[in-house]
């Protein structure tokens, strides 16, 4: 299979698409064609293991690499590295929800899932490159890609990493995790801005030329972890695919029946994930598309009108604290049946004006599987207490904005279809806010003690993963101004 861009058709084999992460046009890559899982094959598939699925999702589309490539990179990054083995389980919460969670692994967060294996394909994918360079991972996080990319790639071979993060746009948790991230590889800085500013920068910085000329002098060449490169979004098919695999071998569906997925969205790979799935033959019903206060998405499903002229909201739910969301031009090129000079034109009227109007054929398409809807933070605090008072579940604070959003849509429609809602961090990440919404009591300043009060409250454990923190070494201090970052990097790389 060979990939192409979003706004050219060049082609490129998978293994160019993971190294480079982004074209040299600024567009994505994405798979020419969307390869089909039979019937037979996901019967299968519901009697195997997270990483035989896993293995036979990626070879579809990594069709570069070889069999025993693939099952090293599974193996790897699956075996031994999360809860019991289980890297993606649903956990049944009444009403026909099933919660797919997601944040079993190294970091507590659903970016696990895909970064724990994006080393390996990495490194396999420079191997057939031999390019002699060392790659450097330019990332920009809202909270959680940051730490599971450094943990992913600390002191990997032939590799550097570098984040950036908005400095008050984390939560203390999170901030905590990337500061102090250990390895000789590895450089964590924050910014004074918040997302947005943070990943238009580094996309701005993947095709400059004076930096091409600087990472060519050093024997460098950049890639990217975050969701733009498609060695992300691949290994997030997996689990929607294993979670249809799940609801057949549990008896909660027929073969063939379909189901909803609700997904908190803020950069749109997650749920974009979802949509390559039903393109393999994954019966997804509707894309239930959960936004915080930050409604760009939602306002954008419902009118085709996307504009991100608007007042940027810091939330409890800070991963989605996002006015630019990348990967909605990769769902774009599918929606314009790969016409790249219309997703081009819309990509250049959101750089240029800041919003673009979809074509009314391509709006139609959307609205007949999407779903957009929003919630602030005081109905994200609410669902967090309804669920727990009612199923003893404890989610976090953009799980939550997906449970209201779910409830929002079955009272608007009546569609009562089972949902799978993708849970996406451990309520530990967030645990001032998810106190909040449990109890009155005054919580205590220290952030440790704030654990050990949620785990009191919800007797649930603390992820050894956040515990393990305390007493950590700050390492990396650096605060820069937004315009600063392409010199940040020069001073680390040179």
């Not at 919660?99 to 970064?115: I, N, R, S, V, Y």
């Not at 050093?218 to 997030?236: D, K, M, T, V, Y």
């Not at 039903?278 to 009108?305: E, Y």
């Not at 440790?448 to 390492?475: C, D, M, Y």
């Amino acid at each position: 299979m060979f990939f192409t861009g979003t706004r050219s058709a060049a082609a490129v084999t998978s293994a160019e698409a993971i190294a480079a992460g982004i074209a040299a046009d600024g567009g994505l890559f994405v798979p020419e064609s969307f390869p089909r899982i039979t019937p037979e094959k996901f019967a299968a598939l519901a009697q195997a293991d997270y990483r035989t699925r896993a293995a036979e999702v990626l070879a579809l589309y990594l069709t570069d690499y070889t069999a025993d490539e693939i099952a090293h990179c599974v193996n790897g990054a699956y075996s031994g590295t999360f809860e019991n083995d289980s890297p993606a389980p649903l956990a049944d919460i009444g009403d026909k929800r099933q919660m797919l969670e997601l944040w079993h692994g190294p970091t507590c967060a659903f970016k696990d899932l895909a970064l724990q294996i994006l080393p390996y394909l990495l490194t396999a994918a420079l191997n057939k490159g031999a390019t002699g360079r060392t790659a450097v991972i330019l990332v920009a996080t809202s909270g959680d890609t940051g730490k599971a990319a450094l943990a992913g790639f600390a002191d990997v071979k032939n590799t550097r990493i570098i984040v950036f993060y908005p400095q008050n746009g984390v939560s203390d948790m999170q901030k905590l995790q990337m500061t102090t991230q250990r390895g000789s590889n590895v450089a964590v800085c924050a910014i004074e801005g918040n997302f947005d500013d943070a990943q238009s920068g580094v996309k701005a910085i993947f095709t400059d030329a004076e930096m091409k000329d600087f990472l060519a002098q050093h024997q460098l060449e950049f890639s990217s972890a975050n969701s733009i490169n498609f060695g992300r979004l691949a290994p997030q098919i997996v689990y929607y695919v294993s979670a249809y695999c799940d609801l057949l071998k549990n008896g909660s569906l027929a073969p063939g029946e379909e189901f909803n997925v609700v997904v908190p969205t803020g950069n749109f790979g997650n749920i974009l994930a979802a949509v390559y799935a039903k393109q393999m033959g994954v019966p997804i019903k509707k894309f239930i598309c959960a936004s915080n206060k930050n409604n760009v998405l939602t306002d954008f499903i419902r009118t085709g009108t996307y504009d991100r002229n608007r007042e940027f909201h810091t939330t409890e739910s800070p991963s989605m604290d996002i006015l630019i969301s990348s990967n909605l031009e990769r769902y774009l090129h599918l929606l314009d049946n790969g016409d790249t000079a219309v997703t081009a034109r819309l990509m250049a009227q959101l750089k240029n004006d800041g919003k673009y109007t979809l074509p009314p054929e391509m709006f139609a398409k959307m609205q007949t599987e999407f779903y957009g809807g929003c919630c602030d933070d005081a109905a994200g605090r609410a669902a967090i207490a309804k669920i727990f008072r009612e199923r003893n579940y404890l989610c976090d604070t953009h799980t939550a904005v997906a449970l209201a959003v779910c409830d929002q849509y079955r009272r608007e429609t009546g569609d009562d279809t089972l949902c799978v809602i993708a849970s996406t961090a451990s309520p530990y990440k967030f645990a001032p806010a998810v106190l909040s919404a449990l109890t009155d009591e005054a919580l205590p300043a220290d952030d440790f003690e704030k654990l050990e009060l949620l785990s009191k409250i919800s007797n649930t454990k603390v992820p050894a993963a956040l515990a393990t923190l305390r007493g950590e070494e700050i390492r990396h201090k650096r605060c820069i101004a937004k315009n600063d970052m392409a010199e940040y990097i020069k001073s680390v790389l040179a």
